[in-house]
């Protein structure tokens, strides 16, 4: 299996996820050139995340991670190692405007109820 099938078997996955979720899930189709011509340079846009899916053998290393999310216009990157646990990684700053969403939204539930 090439790294093209293994990477578009994880985006696969991924939409499985996030429909089980009711979640907004597109499949961005050439991922790789898109980027350079002006579309979306992620592999996926989940609920408006761009997400970029990688699947390694002995996983992701952190400068590889680092470089995605700094050198695109990438929210977050799924990686993946073989008979491994999914992981999704965040920049700091994105993860802790997440949080803070999630807070308020629940401060907004408890008022209403």
Known sequence: MNTKDKGDR???MLRD?????DLDFLKVRA??????RGGIPADAVVAGWRVEAKNRKRGLGTRAIED???KGEVHAVLHHRDRGLPLVTLALNDWLDLLAR???AAERAG???
């Open 10 to 12: 994880l985006v696969l």
């Open 17 to 21: 996820e996030a429909r089980a979720r």
């Open 31 to 36: 991922s790789g050139h898109m980027g350079r």
């Open 68 to 70: 995605i999310l700094t």
């Open 102 to 104: 999630l807070a308020k």
């Open 111 to 113: 008022k209403e109820a």
